[in-house]
């Protein structure tokens, strides 16, 4: 079973993105804040993580860091409504980053997203 943890500064989108991972047959976490997806990270195995760079505070890539170090076959798909990282220069930062989409991208293409990178190992 492919287990996701979606780090997101907005609940209602995280819920929307759970439930339809959910409806795929996936097992999810929603955390709303760094410490949270810290702690979720420190606790379980995630196959992907869909961590929000827009997170409240600019800790995205903290997380993205504690999962390469916690969780290293963990893959990190970014979302963001910035264009700070539209140069892909979030790549070079995080190992473990495979994709970058805008956080207006549709659930379905988020989730074939995770069924890809869940898979790619």
Not at 20 to 44: C, N, P, T, W, Y
Not at 69 to 91: E, H, L, Q
Request: proline fraction near 2%; hydrophobic fraction near 50%.
């Amino acid at each position: 079973m492919m287990r996701v943890l979606i780090v997101v500064g907005e609940p209602a989108l995280g819920t929307v993105w759970m439930r339809h991972l959910q409806r795929m047959g996936a097992q999810v976490d929603l955390a709303v804040s760094i410490e949270q997806a810290i702690d979720k990270l420190r606790r379980a195995g995630f196959d992907v993580v869909i961590l929000d760079l827009d997170l409240p505070g600019g800790g995205a890539l903290s997380v993205a860091d504690y999962a390469g170090y916690r969780r290293p076959k963990a893959r990190v798909i970014f979302v963001t409504n910035s264009s700070f990282f539209s140069d892909g220069s979030v790549f070079s930062h995080c190992a473990n980053a495979c994709a970058m989409v805008r956080t207006g991208t549709s659930a379905t293409d988020l989730a074939a997203l995770v069924e890809h990178y869940a898979d790619a190992d």
